[in-house]
């Protein structure tokens, strides 16, 4: 892709402490999370094909075509809606984790996404849209509970989920300088990232 991981955190490294995400915000997330957990697919499906209507570059970072796909192209839509089940499914997993009030496990989950974007050569500050298009995603859903409580609480848990990824970049990167002289990015990391591009999020 052409991204440069140590330029796409530059800015990050000045930030120390992560975003507020409070317990009430927890205790929003988890409760609203209740009407749409039912739903992911749905869900998953819809904030996909939004995010690559209103950002089609990032189409590139799941390698499909740059240009619009629509319901005739049978072969990218079972991929755009694999990505979106897979993206629902790891939140998922990150509010199971925040409903049984382990920060811990919330924390290290988030590290190892952000350590894995080194090879897949993405532009971490897009976890930013994702959480723009999340939001638009699940508000329909939530229309009868949704306010500014619950929006501020899932926009503060996007930013969370952000700065801990980037903290999981940033220690990847100091790990592969350490080790090579350079962030790992090249050749074998492009075989990895085209080998693992399935379960990418």
């Not at 120390?16 to 929003?28: A, G, R």
């Not at 503060?156 to 700065?163: E, G, R």
């Not at 970049?169 to 962030?183: H, Q, R, W």
């Amino acid at each position: 892709m052409g991204n440069n991981p140590v330029k796409t955190v530059r800015s990050f490294s000045m930030q120390v402490e992560p975003p507020m995400l409070t317990k009430e915000h927890e205790k929003i997330i988890v409760q609203t999370w209740h009407g749409i957990r039912g739903d992911l697919e749905r869900i998953g499906l819809l904030m996909f094909t939004g995010l690559f209507d209103q950002h089609p570059e990032t189409k590139k970072y799941f390698g499909l075509p740059g240009m619009p796909i629509t319901e005739q192209d049978k072969q990218n839509m079972v991929r755009v809606r694999e990505h979106g089940l897979r993206f629902m499914n790891v939140v998922r997993d990150l509010l199971t984790h925040i409903a049984e009030k382990n920060r811990q496990k919330v924390d290290q989950m988030l590290r190892d996404l952000g350590r894995r974007h080194l090879s897949y050569e993405a532009d971490i500050n897009l976890m930013d849209v994702f959480g723009q298009q999340f939001i638009m995603s699940i508000k329909p859903t939530l229309s009868k509970s949704w306010d500014k409580k619950v929006e501020d609480a899932w926009i503060n848990l996007f930013k969370y989920i952000s700065f801990m990824m980037k903290q999981g970049l940033l220690e990847a990167i100091s790990e592969s300088v350490a080790k090579n002289g350079e962030p790992a990015q090249n050749g074998s990391h492009r075989r990895q990232r085209r080998r693992t591009n399935s379960s990418q999020i």
